[in-house]
């Protein structure tokens, strides 16, 4: 099991930058994945960016060369930087945690923070 914090969400204006921050509640290099995704009401969840214990990246399309992903081990915490924030990046943004439980694969979910860019 694994417990996950969000922190970091708020409004901002267009080409504004928000940093997003999400505790673990034990060591994150034990966690195979973590990562963000975003969600609007209505929509399926996206992909935005992920980090894998071995320190493999992916970014969702829409967000590359815009954010990053990084990785505080001491303090057990995954950060996403947003920069050159647009419009279309308000969302409901939740951290994830992709690990093996009782030898399947289960996820883990931050109860998610908001995050609204203003034009």
């Known amino acids: 099991q694994v417990q996950l914090v969000e922190s970091g969400g708020g409004l901002v204006q267009a080409g504004g930058s928000l940093r997003l921050s999400c505790a673990a509640s034990?060591?994150?290099?034990?966690?195979?994945?973590m990562g963000w995704y975003r969600q609007a009401p209505g929509k399926q969840r996206e992909l935005v960016a992920t980090i894998t214990s071995s320190g493999t990246i992916n970014y969702g399309n829409s967000v590359k060369g815009r954010f990053t992903i990084s990785r505080d081990a001491a303090k057990n915490t995954v950060y996403l930087q947003m920069n050159s924030l647009k419009p279309e990046d308000t969302d409901v943004y939740y951290c994830?945690?992709?690990?093996?439980?009782?030898?399947?694969?289960?996820?883990?979910w931050g109860q998610g923070t908001q995050v609204t860019v203003s034009s």
């Open positions: 994830s945690a992709h690990d093996q439980c009782a030898g399947i694969w289960c996820d883990y």
């Open positions: 034990r060591s994150i290099f034990s966690i195979s994945a």
